[in-house]
Antibody
Framework: EVQLVESGGGLVQPGSSLKLSCVAS????????MNWIRQAPKKGLEWIAL????????YYADSVKGRFTISRDNSKNTLYLEMNSLRSEDTAMYYC????????WGQGVMVTVSS | DVVMTQTPPSLSVAIGQSVSISCKSS???????????LHWLLQSSGRSPKRLIY???NLDSGVPDRFSGTGSQKDFTLKISRVEAKDLGVYYC?????????FGAGTKLELK
């Protein structure tokens, strides 16, 4: 059974940093690209980053480019999202999702940016 | 960016009724490999999104054949036949042909 479990969220102040993790199981993690997608409260879905299976390519939404970094450790079956210079508009539930078309999603982790 | 326009924003349905949701993209979603990367997802209340259909018309495993997807280029439709209570929630179309990937604003399916 495919499982994706996010962690690392919380309440932080504007301008601070946070690093999210997503531990994968039930499939060969190193064979798949992985995404981070977020959902602000009561809003729709926003794709924010994709990393290829071998980390050879990374893509970002303009809203996070230069502030967020996606990475992965295939030896640990783990996807990361390092978030810097956080803003109030980054407040959202953050999901990791398997594959280019998001076949499987984690349960999400909440990030709240507020003073 | 590719803009995904979903209509209607909400639908009230009776159990057993059939419904359709439209999704139109601002650019063709045909990729250089000839495939069209348009997908449909459902987010039930309080849950993570779940993909139902990929590449326009392919049902994910476990998705009942009451769901069907059609369309091409820039114009796509999700049809749900004989709606059941477990089908309620917000439906999103999503494109992964062009970066950045984008989603429609969602269509909320609720009981009449």
């Amino acid at each position: 059974e495919v499982q994706l479990v996010e962690s690392g969220g919380g309440l932080v102040q504007p301008g601070s940093s946070l690093k999210l993790s997503c531990v994968a199981s039930g499939f060969t993690f190193s064979n798949y690209g992985m995404n981070w997608i977020r959902q602000a409260p009561k809003k729709g879905l926003e794709w924010i980053a994709l990393i290829y299976y071998d980390s050879s390519n990374k893509y970002y939404a303009d809203s996070v480019k230069g502030r967020f970094t996606i990475s992965r450790d295939n030896s640990k079956n783990t996807l990361y999202l390092e978030m810097n210079s956080l803003r109030s508009e980054d407040t959202a539930m953050y999901y990791c999702a398997k594959g280019g078309a998001g076949r499987y999603w984690g349960q999400g982790v909440m990030v709240t940016v507020s003073s | 960016d590719v803009v995904m326009t979903q209509t209607p924003p909400s639908l009230s349905v009776a159990i057993g009724q059939s419904v359709s949701i439209s999704c139109k993209s601002s650019q063709s979603l045909v990729y250089s490999d000839g495939k069209t990367y348009l997908h449909w997802l459902l987010q039930s209340s309080g849950r993570s999104p779940k993909r139902l259909i990929y590449q326009v018309s392919n049902l994910d495993s476990g998705v009942p054949d009451r769901f069907s997807g059609t369309g091409s280029q820039k114009d796509f439709t999700l049809k749900i036949s004989r709606v059941e209570a477990k089908d309620l929630g917000v439906y999103y179309c999503a494109q992964t042909t062009h970066f950045p990937y984008t989603f429609g604003a969602g269509t909320k399916l609720e009981l009449k």
